[in-house]
C-alpha cells in the first residue's frame, strides 16, 4: 500500500520544496547523461588498438649539425648499431612517428592524374624492410619489402619506390571486398603496386575519421632532422631508452638526440587533452552527483523538520516505522520521477544542441535511460537516512504542546 | 544599517553552523568548478595584446586553383607560399610586415664544455620585433643591412641568455647554430604568453622559441619548417629551391595596418597583387580572395578556444545553477524556521524592506564566504588541468579578472538564490507567529 | 477490565540524575468507565497518558490493555494496537495540515489497510457524527478550532477505538465550543466507549464521573471526595514522593 493519493495532496499544498528537488533532479539527468555519454566516447576512443605494441616501441629524433658524413650511410650504420643493442627486436628509420600527432599524410588515386578516378586518403610512413617489423604491425596479407625496394632518395617524384604496403582499411576504403594486394595505387604521382596488407595500422592522427587508412612506403631520404623508431623487448625498453643518447652520440658525435619517448607516451601526449577533458567531466559528474544528493538530503530534513508534529501523529495514530519511511521515500520517487522525465527530454535537447554546436556523436538514448535509473536509486538512498530518522521521532510528540 | 545586518548575519551564521556550512560548501563547489572552466576559456580567449590587437593583421590568398578546397571556414589557406610571402614582405607598402615561420637548431658554444641542445627557433624579418612591440634587455633587432648582406646575426631571448652567457650582455658574441656561427645582436625578454597567438600553425599552446634567425637565412641553409606544410597541386620536388618556387603553403605572415584607412590600402595592394601574378600565370581563380584578419579575429578563425572548453564552461554553469537550486532550499528551511522572529521585528516596526534588507545581507555574507572558498576550490581544480596536459601551464590560472569574477558571480548566484526564499519571509503576517508565541 | 497499570514505573535517566517521572502508578479502569484525569503542571499528567496510549515505554511494572499485556509488545505491534484499539484526541488538534478534512480522518484507516470503500463509509459516517459532513473537502487551517477539534474527534472515532484518550480536549477552545467538545465525548461515553481525558480544568473535571489525581508522579483516585468527604487511605498518597537521587 503506497499511499500515492494523500502522498500527491500533500506535495500540491507545498510545492516549493517539490519543484525545488524537481528542478535539481531534471539538470542532474541532462548533465550527467551528456557527461557520461562523452566521457564513454573518449574511453572507446582511448581504448581502440591501433594496432602498435605500444609497449614495446620507443622514437627519439636526431638532429644532425655536422656536414661531413653521408646521412643516408650514416643512418644505415646507426639502424645496424641499435640492432645490435641487446633486448632490441628492429629499427626504422622514419619520417614521422605513429600515433604522435605529426606526420604526413597525401590523396591516392587509382589512377594518376589527369584522368578521373576514385580518391582516398593515405597517411603514410616511410620506412625500409625493417619498419614492419619495428612498428609491430599483423601483416595479414602479402609480404614484406626486399631490400631491393627500398630506395634511398631524395627524389620522391622521379628516383622513388614502386612498392606499398598498405592497411586493410586503405584496401577495403579503395577496392571492392579490399583486394587490393597487387593492385597499383598513385600516389604523388607515382604508381606503387601492393605488395602487403596489414591489419590495423592507425596513422600519426589516431583521433581523426580516416586515421585508419595507412600505408609504409620503402623510401628513405635521410635528411638532419630524422626520426627512428625502435622496438624492443617490452622489458628492455627502459633500458635501452637510457642508452640510445649515448649510444647515438658514440656512433657520431655532431648531432643532438632529442625526445627519446615510448610509443605509449607519445599517444598519451597527443591525447592528453582528451584525457583532460575526460578528467574534467569525471569531476564534474561526480561532484554533482555528490551535490544533487546532499541537496535532496537537506531538503528531505527540511521537509522531515517541518513535519516533526505531524510524524509523531502518524505514529501515535498507529502508522509503523516503515510506514514513515516509506511515505518519505514514495514522497521523494513521485517527484524523482517527474524531475527524471523532465530531465531525460532535457539530455535529448542538450545532446542535439551540443551536437549541432559541436562535432560531438548524438547522444544515445541507453545512457539517459542508465543515467536516469542512477539517480533514481542515489535519491532514494539520499532519503533513506533522514526517513529513517523520521520514523524514529517519538509518537509522544504528538502529546506536547507546541 | 549595514554594520548592523552583517552583525545579525554573522549570529545567525553561528547559530545554525551545518546549514551555513553546507551553503557556503555548496557555493564553493559550484564557483570552484564553474572558475576552473571558466579561468582556462578566459585565458584562451582573451586579447594577448590588447594595446595593439586591432593593428596586426594576418593575409590570407586564395591562391589554389578552381575545385581545391581547404579545411578554413571560408576556404582560404592558412598560410602562404614563400614567393607570396617574399614578394608582399619586398613590395614598397610603407608597412610594416614580416614572413615568419618555425624551424630550429642544436645549439652550442662551439666547445666541448657545453653539450649542444635543439632549439626551435623562428625565422623573421626585423620588422617583427617592433610589430609584436618585444622588449630588449641587451641590444636591438638586426638591421635591414644585416638581414640583406650579413644575415648570420641572431637575437636570443633572456632564457637563452641565462643558459649560456649567465645573463650577462652577450651582445656581439657568437653562439653556433647547427655547424654555423652566428651573431647576437640582442637579448629578449622571454614571451611568455597564455596563447602562441602569433603562430596558432604550430599550435597555440606550445612554448615559444628562444631564437631568432633573419627570414633571409632560410634559402642559404635550406632550412625546413618545423610546421605544416600543405601543398595542393602535384609538383617536383628535387630540391630546396623547387620548394621556394613552388605552391606549398608553410610561411606565416603579419603586418601592421595602424588606421581602417591602411588596412583598406592594404586590402586594394593584396587584390592588385593577385591581379598581376594572374596575369603571370597564377591565381588561376574566377574569383580572386583575400583574407585580413586582426590578431583576435585570427584567434577566432583558427578556433584557439576549444569545442572542449566551450562544452565545459556551459555544462559547468548548468552545474552552477544545480547548487542554486541547492542554496535556494537551504535558504527556504533557514528562513522559514525563522518567521516567528520576523513576526516579531515586524511587530516591532521593521518594514518589509528592512526584513528583506537583512536576509539579502544575511545570504550575501555567505556568498561572499562561497566565492573565495570558491577561488581555493577553483585553484585546486586548475593544479589538476596543469598536471594533466603540461601545454596548459600558462593557461590554468586564474588572473585578476577571474580572482574578482568568482566573489561575483557567487554573490549574484546566492543572490538570485535567495530572491524567493526573501521574499517568502519577508511576508510573514505578523499576527499569526505572535498569537500562537 | 479496560485497562490495569500495576506499579508503573517511568524514569528519566541522564548521566548524574535519575527523575521518576512515574512512580509506582497503579490504576484500573473498567469498560465503559469516563475518567478525568488532573494534576499540576509536570506532575506526570502527560507520562501517564503517554503510557497509556502506548506512545511511549515504562520502566519497569505491569500495564494490561483490553486483556494484552504491553510491556513486550515490539514497535509495531505497540503501533498496531494504538492503531485498533486507541482513539486519540489532542490538545494541539494535530491535524496533518496538507491533508485535508476528509483525508486527515481517513489516516488511521490507511493504516489499518482498510478497503477505500470502506474508508470512504466510516469517514463520511464519523463526519456527519461530529456535523461537518459539508467540510469534507477544506483544509485543516480553513475551520476554527472547534470545528477542527470535531475533526480530531472524527478521526479518533473512525477506527472505533474502545478506549479513547482526550489530552486536553478543550485546551485551545473558547468556552462555548469546549462545551459543545465536551457533551460529543459524553455522548461517545453513552455510546459505550470507555475514555480517559487528561485536564487541568476543574470545571471539566467535576462533569466527569470518576476524577483522579496525578501528584508528583503518583496517584490520588478523587472519586471518593465526590462520593464522600473523607479520605480512604488505602487510595491516598501511600508514600512521599521521591524526584531525583
Known amino acids: 500500500m503506497l499511499d500515492i493519493k494523500p502522498i500527491l495532496s500533500a506535495l500540491r499544498r507545498s510545492k516549493v520544496g517539490a519543484i525545488l528537488l524537481l528542478l535539481q533532479v531534471a539538470l542532474t539527468t541532462a548533465i550527467v547523461s551528456n557527461a557520461i555519454f562523452m566521457i564513454s566516447q573518449n574511453l572507446s576512443y582511448l581504448r581502440e588498438d591501433t594496432g602498435y605494441p605500444q609497449q614495446e616501441i620507443f622514437s627519439f629524433v636526431v638532429m644532425t649539425f655536422g656536414k661531413d658524413i653521408d646521412l643516408d650511410q650514416q643512418a644505415e650504420l646507426d639502424e645496424t648499431m641499435i640492432r645490435n643493442i641487446p633486448g632490441v627486436v628492429n629499427s626504422t628509420l622514419s619520417q614521422a612517428i605513429p600515433l604522435s600527432g605529426g606526420g604526413s599524410s597525401a590523396s591516392v588515386r587509382l589512377k594518376p592524374l589527369p584522368e578521373t578516378s576514385k580518391e582516398g586518403h593515405l597517411a603514410y610512413f616511410y620506412g625500409d624492410e625493417n619498419a614492419l617489423e619495428t612498428f609491430g604491425v599483423k601483416l595479414i596479407e602479402g609480404r614484406n619489402f626486399r631490400p631491393e625496394e627500398v630506395i634511398f632518395s631524395n627524389n620522391f617524384q622521379d628516383n622513388g619506390p614502386t612498392t606499398i604496403i598498405v592497411s586493410k582499411a586503405l584496401a577495403q576504403s579503395m577496392f571492392d571486398k579490399g583486394a587490393a594486394l597487387g593492385e597499383f595505387i598513385y600516389v604523388e604521382g607515382r604508381a606503387l603496386e601492393i605488395i602487403g596488407i596489414v591489419d590495423v595500422m ?48 658514440q656512433a657520431y658525435n655532431k648531432r643532438v638526440i632529442i625526445n627519446v619517448e615510448g610509443l605509449d607516451e607519445s599517444k598519451d601526449a597527443y591525447d592528453s587533452s582528451d584525457v ?15 551535490v544533487t544528493a546532499l541537496g535532496i538530503l537537506g531538503l528531505t530534513q527540511f521537509n522531515i523538520s517541518k513535519r516533526t508534529k505531524q510524524i ?51 547522444l544515445t538514448l541507453n545512457y539517459v535511460i542508465f543515467t536516469a535509473f542512477f539517480i533514481f536509486v542515489m535519491s532514494l538512498l539520499a532519503v533513506v537516512v533522514p526517513a529513517r530518522r523520521a520514523a524514529s521521532i517519538s509518537p509522544s510528540i504528538a502529546t506536547r504542546s507546541i | 544599517m549595514l554594520l548592523h545586518y552583517i552583525d545579525l548575519s554573522w549570529r545567525s551564521i553561528k547559530n545554525t553552523p551545518v546549514i551555513s556550512f553546507l551553503m557556503v560548501f555548496a557555493i564553493a563547489i559550484g564557483i570552484g568548478i564553474t572558475m576552473t572552466s571558466l579561468s582556462v576559456y578566459h585565458m584562451m580567449s582573451m586579447d594577448p595584446i590588447p594595446h595593439k590587437s586591432s593593428q596586426i593583421y594576418y593575409p590570407q590568398l586564395q591562391v589554389m586553383d578552381e575545385g581545391n578546397d581547404w579545411y578554413s571556414e571560408d576556404n582560404l589557406p592558412y598560410q602562404l607560399t614563400y614567393q607570396d610571402a617574399m614578394n608582399l614582405y619586398n613590395a614598397d607598402t610603407g608597412v610594416l610586415s614580416s614572413p615568419s615561420f618555425r624551424s630550429g637548431f642544436s645549439v652550442h658554444l662551439n666547445s666541448p664544455d657545453i653539450k649542444p641542445r635543439m632549439e626551435p627557433a623562428r625565422f623573421v624579418t626585423n620588422a617583427f620585433f617592433e610589430i609584436f612591440d618585444r622588449p630588449f634587455i641587451f641590444g636591438a633587432p638586426w638591421t635591414r643591412d644585416d ?30 647554430l647547427d655547424n654555423k656561427g652566428y651573431r647576437i645582436v640582442g637579448v629578449t625578454e622571454d614571451w611568455e604568453q597564455p596563447v602562441k597567438y602569433y603562430d596558432l600553425n604550430n599550435g597555440a599552446f606550445v612554448s615559444p622559441e628562444q631564437l631568432y634567425i633573419p627570414f633571409t637565412i632560410a634559402p642559404l641553409e635550406e632550412t625546413g619548417t618545423w610546421g605544416n606544410m600543405n601543398s595542393w597541386k602535384q609538383e617536383p620536388m628535387r630540391n630546396y629551391q623547387d620548394l621556394l618556387i613552388s605552391e606549398k603553403v608553410w610561411i606565416q605572415f603579419w603586418v601592421q595596418l595602424d588606421t581602417d584607412m591602411a588596412k583598406e590600402a592594404y586590402g586594394r595592394f593584396l587584390m592588385a597583387y593577385m591581379e598581376d601574378q594572374k596575369a603571370r600565370g597564377r591565381f588561376s581563380r574566377k574569383k580572386l580572395e583575400y583574407g585580413l584578419r586582426n590578431v583576435n579575429e585570427w584567434m577566432v578563425y583558427n578556433k584557439v578556444v576549444s569545442e572542449d572548453n566551450r562544452i565545459l564552461v556551459a555544462l559547468s554553469f548548468m552545474f552552477l545553477m544545480v547548487c542554486v537550486a541547492n542554496i535556494l532550499g537551504l535558504l527556504l528551511a533557514k528562513f522559514l524556521k525563522r518567521a516567528p522572529e ?41 593544479w589538476g588541468v596543469r598536471a594533466t596536459n603540461p601545454n596548459y601551464d600558462a593557461l590554468a ?18 543572490f538570485i538564490a535567495s530572491l524567493y526564499p526573501a521574499w517568502l519571509v519577508c511576508k510573514t503576517q505578523p499576527a499569526i507567529y505572535l498569537k500562537s508565541q | ?29 473498567n469498560e465503559g468507565e469516563f475518567i478525568a484525569v488532573t494534576g499540576p ?10 503510557m497509556a496510549g502506548l506512545l511511549e515505554t515504562f520502566t519497569s511494572g505491569q500495564y494490561t490493555l483490553d486483556g494484552i499485556d504491553v510491556g513486550e509488545l515490539s514497535d509495531n505491534q505497540r503501533a498496531d494496537l494504538r492503531n485498533q484499539k486507541i482513539g486519540f484526541i489532542f490538545q494541539g488538534f494535530n491535524l496533518i495540515p496538507d491533508l485535508n478534512i476528509f483525508e486527515n480522518v481517513e489516516v488511521p484507516l490507511r493504516y489499518r489497510g482498510v478497503s477505500s470503500k470502506e474508508r470512504k463509509r466510516s469517514v463520511e459516517a464519523c463526519l456527519e457524527q461530529v456535523g461537518l459532513a459539508s467540510r469534507a473537502k477544506h483544509l485543516p487551517q480553513q475551520l476554527s478550532g472547534g470545528q477542527q477539534q470535531r475533526v480530531a474527534i472524527a478521526r479518533a472515532l473512525v477506527g472505533k477505538p474502545r478506549f479513547l484518550l482526550a489530552d486536553e480536549p478543550t485546551g485551545n477552545l473558547d468556552s462555548l465550543m469546549a462545551r459543545q467538545v465536551m457533551e460529543l465525548l459524553e455522548e461517545i461515553n453513552r455510546n459505550g466507549s470507555t475514555i480517559v481525558m487528561v485536564t487541568h480544568d476543574p470545571d471539566l473535571a467535576r462533569r466527569v464521573p470518576r476524577n483522579i489525581q496525578v501528584v508528583d508522579g503518583q496517584l490520588a483516585d478523587l472519586t471518593l471526595y465526590q462520593g464522600q468527604p473523607e479520605i480512604d487511605s488505602s487510595c491516598v498518597v501511600e508514600r512521599p514522593s521521591e524526584v531525583g537521587l
Not at chain 1, 577533458?277 to 559528474?285: A, D, E, F, K, S
Request: net charge positive; hydrophobic share 50%; proline share 2%.
Open chain 3, 41 to 50: 503542571s509536570g506532575s506526570g499528567k502527560t507520562t501517564f497518558l503517554n
Open chain 3, 1 to 29: 477490565m479496560m485497562l490495569k497499570m500495576h506499579d508503573i514505573n517511568k524514569v528519566y535517566q541522564t548521566d548524574s540524575v535519575q527523575t521518576y517521572a512515574l512512580r509506582d502508578f497503579s490504576l484500573e479502569v
Open chain 1, 202 to 249: 592507425e596513422s600519426a592522427w589516431p583521433r581523426a575519421d580516416d586515421s585508419g587508412t595507412t600505408g609504409i612506403i620503402p623510401f628513405i631520404h635521410a635528411q638532419n632532422y630524422q626520426h627512428f623508431l625502435v622496438r624492443t623487448e617490452a622489458s628492455e625498453r627502459a633500458n635501452v631508452m637510457n642508452i640510445i643518447e649515448e649510444k647515438m652520440l
Open chain 1, 276 to 290: 583532460l577533458m575526460m578528467r574534467m567531466l569525471i569531476v564534474l559528474v561526480v561532484v554533482l552527483i555528490l
Open chain 1, 312 to 362: 509523531g501523529t502518524r505514529r501515535a495514530l498507529g502508522a509503523r516505522k516503515s510506514a514513515i519511511v516509506r511515505y518519505f521515500l514514495v514522497e521523494n520517487a513521485l517527484v524523482c520521477a517527474v524531475g527524471l522525465v523532465i530531465g531525460s527530454f532535457g539530455a535529448v535537447f542538450l545532446g542535439k544542441a551540443l551536437m549541432q554546436a559541436y562535432s560531438i556523436d548524438a
Open chain 2, 342 to 382: 520576523v513576526g516579531v521585528r515586524r511587530a516591532l516596526g521593521a518594514s518589509k524592506r528592512n526584513i528583506f534588507l537583512q536576509h539579502i545581507v544575511e545570504v550575501s555574507v555567505i556568498g561572499l564566504a562561497g566565492g573565495l572558498l570558491g577561488i581555493f576550490v577553483a585553484q585546486i581544480g586548475l
Open chain 2, 397 to 414: 590560472t586564474m588572473d585578476w579578472l577571474m580572482l574578482l569574477a568568482a566573489p561575483i558571480i557567487s554573490l549574484l548566484a546566492s
Open chain 2, 147 to 176: 638581414q640583406e648582406n650579413k644575415p648570420y646575426v641572431v637575437v636570443i631571448s633572456k632564457e637563452i641568455n641565462e643558459r649560456f652567457f649567465g645573463g650577462e650582455n652577450s651582445v656581439g658574441k657568437e653562439i653556433y
